[in-house]
Antibody, heavy 121, light 108 residues
Framework: EVQLVQSGPEVKKPGEALKISCQAS????????IAWVRQMPGKGLEWVGL????????RYSPSFQGQVFISADTSINTAFLQWRSLKASDTAMYYC??????????????WGQGTMVTVSS | EIVLTQSPATVSVSPGERVTLSCRAS??????LAWYQQKPGQPPRLLIY???TRATGVPARFSGSGSGTEFTLTISSLQPEDFAVYYC??????????FGQGTKLEIK
């Protein structure tokens, strides 16, 4: 079964750009929907958006539309979450999560280990 | 957007006891609801999908039920490893859907 391995922790300044990654191993990324989830320190889970890399079908939760960009590079089996200009309020743990495209349900059963993003001046 | 409200926010229960967690939706939908467990420092783990189907490897003491606007997760006999935060997730509307705010299950 696929495993999702995320890139390491990041420390950035406000206004800087950032791209974090989620690499699939054990299967092809195009067999999965990949979602991104934000968890601010001490808080609950929030869906950022998701992508089906096979067709570059991308959808965003309303709160994140225009704030982040989700993409994928199928040649390296990797999905990305990126920001053009970070804010302190982007400080959070970001998880990627996967669901096989053939599943009949919309829940996510495969999770990356998380990437901690810290934005501070 | 469908809003999910979980209750209680925190519940304290003794090992071996039974507990039921609630998730109420702002709009009705059939059964496109999942439950996740999250322990400190770990990613979430899928427990239940389709409101009542256990994910692979999930013990039988976890059960889900409900439809419409009322859903529940029941843990029949709490084990020490079950103390965690539990989130419901609806995926009926606007993929990937929405999460509830979570219920923290504490040891009494």
């Amino acid at each position: 079964e696929v495993q999702l391995v995320q890139s390491g922790p990041e420390v950035k300044k406000p206004g800087e750009a950032l791209k974090i990654s989620c690499q699939a191993s054990g299967d092809t990324l195009t067999n999965y929907w990949i979602a991104w989830v934000r968890q601010m320190p001490g808080k609950g889970l929030e869906w950022v958006g998701l992508i089906y890399p096979g067709e570059s079908d991308t959808r965003y939760s309303p709160s994140f539309q225009g704030q982040v960009f989700i993409s994928a590079d199928t040649s390296i089996n990797t999905a990305f979450l990126q920001w053009r200009s970070l804010k302190a309020s982007d400080t959070a743990m970001y998880y990627c999560a996967g669901r096989n495209f053939g599943e009949s349900h919309g829940a996510f059963d495969i999770w990356g280990q998380g990437t901690m993003v810290t934005v501070s001046s | 957007e469908i809003v999910l409200t979980q209750s209680p926010a925190t519940v304290s229960v003794s090992p071996g006891e039974r507990v039921t967690l609630s998730c109420r939706a702002s709009q009705s939908f059939r059964s496109d609801l999942a439950w996740y467990q999250q322990k400190p420092g770990q990613p979430p783990r899928l427990l239940i999908y389709g409101a009542s189907t256990r994910a692979t490897g999930v013990p039988a003491r976890f059960s889900g039920s409900g439809s419409g606007t009322e859903f529940t997760l029941t843990i029949s006999s709490l084990q020490p490893e079950d103390f965690a935060v539990y989130y419901c997730h609806q995926y009926d509307n606007r993929p990937p859907g929405t999460f509830g705010q979570g219920t923290k299950l504490e040891i009494k």
